[in-house]
């Protein structure tokens, strides 16, 4: 089964740091890009960052950049996010999600889009 | 940047009814677009891609069409089980998600 775990949410007071952790299995973890996407409470879908099979390529989106460092350990099927400087704005479940990958009808790359979820893990920031 | 805009946010609609959904990008993106359905307390499912493919396993009463700037989703025949939150997403340039629609029973 095709399965992704995150971990290492909490609660986190401003301007301090957390490491959020995904675990994947049932697939070849290094065959595909990965992304974070958060949701904060009652609102949309906010797409955080992305990462390659290789980390050749790395993205943020603008509200993160400069704060979050997105990284992967393939040889533990593994995806991070450090979360630096937070934010009362940062508070949101955040899931890891796999890349869908090159597909029969377009392989516009380095990223597509999201096939796998995991369930997400929560952050709140507050004092 | 590339935005996207969906409407309506929110509809309300019978059992049996055909539901349209649309996304509108700032700018031309192709092809390059997916569709998500992410029912209350749950994750996001993806159900389209690139712009009008389905999903492994998801029903045939759901349908994506459109090229450019302007996409349309469709629910031919609206389920109780297809109440939820609708969101389009852009992969032409980084990654955008739309404002979402959430899809309610009359």
């Known amino acids: 089964e095709v399965q992704l775990v995150e971990s290492g949410g909490g609660l986190v007071q401003p301007g301090r740091s957390l490491r959020l952790s995904c675990a994947g299995s049932g697939f070849t973890f290094d065959d595909y890009a990965m992304h974070w996407v958060r949701q904060a409470p009652g609102k949309g879908l906010e797409w955080v960052s992305g990462i390659t099979w290789n980390s050749g390529s790395i993205v943020y989106a603008d509200s993160v950049k400069g704060r979050f460092t997105i990284s992967r350990d393939n040889a533990k099927n593994s995806l991070y996010l450090q979360m630096n400087s937070l934010r009362a704005e940062d508070t949101a479940l955040y899931y890891c999600?796999?890349?869908?990958?090159?597909?029969?009808?377009?392989?516009?790359?380095?990223?597509?889009?999201?096939?796998?979820w995991g369930q997400g893990t929560t952050v709140t920031v507050s004092s | 940047d590339i935005q996207m805009t969906q409407s309506p946010s929110s509809l309300s609609a019978s059992v049996g009814d055909r539901v349209t959904i649309t996304c509108q990008a700032s700018q031309d993106i192709s092809n390059f677009l997916n569709w998500y359905q992410q029912k209350p307390g749950k994750a996001p499912k993806l159900l389209i891609y690139d712009a009008s493919n389905l999903e492994t396993g998801v029903p045939s009463r759901f349908s994506g069409s459109g090229s450019g700037t302007d996409f349309t989703f469709t629910i031919s025949s609206l389920q109780p089980e297809d109440i939820a939150t609708y969101y389009c997403q852009q992969y032409d340039n980084l990654v955008t998600f739309g404002g979402g629609t959430k899809v309610e029973i009359k």
């Open positions: 999600a796999k890349d869908i990958g090159c597909t029969s009808t377009s392989c516009h790359g380095p990223y597509y889009g999201m096939d796998v």
